[in-house]
């Protein structure tokens, strides 16, 4: 019915760039907040960034400027362009969205299937 479908993950070295993107499409009536999350080997899945309906934004404090978020022109794309990456991003990241189906009054959070991104040498 509705599916986020993440791409742009992949192997870097330490100090380089990636910009993720994730596509939501399906019975969508509306779409509140995106976001990315990831995972890294061993830990829970944690917050990355997240952008409103309103596109405020908000950063975990460890990619605060090395990570900017945004979404597209149809607001029903999310990108997170990572820069100066290191060891420690390494990880699974999901796309999370908050969305409004045609068939169900109230909002609920779905995600993607997760890219992964290793940052080494």
């Known amino acids: 019915q509705v599916q986020l479908v993440e791409s742009g993950g992949g192997l870097v070295q330490p100090g380089g760039s990636l910009r993720l993107s994730c596509a939501a499409s399906?019975?969508?009536?509306?779409?509140?907040?995106m976001g990315w999350y990831r995972q890294a080997p061993g830990k829970e899945r944690e917050v990355v960034a997240a952008?409103?309906?309103?596109?405020?934004?908000n950063y975990a404090d460890s990619v605060k400027g090395r990570f900017t978020i945004s979404r597209g022109n149809a607001k029903n794309t999310v990108y997170l362009q990572m820069n100066n990456l290191g060891p420690e991003d390494t990880g699974v990241y999901y796309c999370?969205?908050?969305?409004?189906?045609?068939?169900?009054?109230?909002?609920?959070?779905?995600w993607g299937q997760g890219t992964q991104v290793t940052v080494s040498s």
């Open positions: 952008i409103s309906g309103g596109d405020s934004v």
């Open positions: 999370n969205a908050v969305i409004r189906t045609m068939t169900w009054l109230y909002e609920r959070a779905y």
């Open positions: 399906g019975s969508i009536f509306s779409i509140n907040a």
